[in-house]
């Protein structure tokens, strides 16, 4: 909790004590965080002086938002227009699929996370799958496996179970 509060210190400044700041202010805890915790969202209550319930609340209903951590691998998928008209969602859907958790989701080792994003700019190549930093242009479900494979190679695999 002391971690958290160093964490936030520099977020959560006496000029931002006013609930008008709460969007921005959870923007940046993301930014900084990864996601917002609930014990990070109950400092930023207790700041803006509103109930905890009220800025859960406020958070859940923007997707911008997420609440578990980024995996060691975040893996984004776009759903832009065009990536969503080329075949996005079967993309993501597969992405689930492999990697075997929802949107949002962190797989157990914690070695990935699954978000999906608005257009990162690369709409030529649709659908996008962005990962670490690197871009993955024109996938599709059957070239989903091999990709996360590349990510994370079955020989680091091995070596981590050992
Ligand atoms: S819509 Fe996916 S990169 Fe633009």
Same mark, same amino acid.
Request: glycine share 12%; net charge neutral; no cysteine.
């Given at each position: 909790m002391e971690e958290l509060k160093q964490q936030l210190a520099e977020i959560l400044t006496p000029d931002r004590k006013d609930r008008s700041q709460l969007i921005p202010i959870l923007q940046q805890i993301q930014g900084k965080l990864?996601? +917002?915790s609930p014990e990070a969202m109950l400092a930023v209550a207790e700041f803006v002086e509103i109930p905890g319930s009220t800025v859960y609340g406020i958070a859940t209903?923007?997707?911008?938002?997420?609440?578990t951590p980024l995996g060691k691998h975040p893996v984004k998928v776009c759903m832009g227009t065009a990536c969503h008209l080329a075949g996005g969602k079967l993309v993501l859907e597969a992405m689930a699929r492999e990697l075997d958790i929802?949107?949002?989701?962190i797989t157990p080792d914690h070695d990935f996370? +699954?978000?999906?994003v608005a257009c990162i700019g690369c709409c030529a190549l649709a659908p996008v799958v962005v990962i670490d930093d690197s871009v993955y242009p024109r996938m599709t479900p059957p070239k989903v496996e091999e990709v996360l494979v590349s990510v994370k190679p079955a020989s680091q695999e091995q070596s981590e179970k050992q």
């Open positions: 990864g996601y +917002l209903f923007y997707n911008q938002f997420r609440f929802e949107v949002s989701g996370s +699954l978000d999906r």
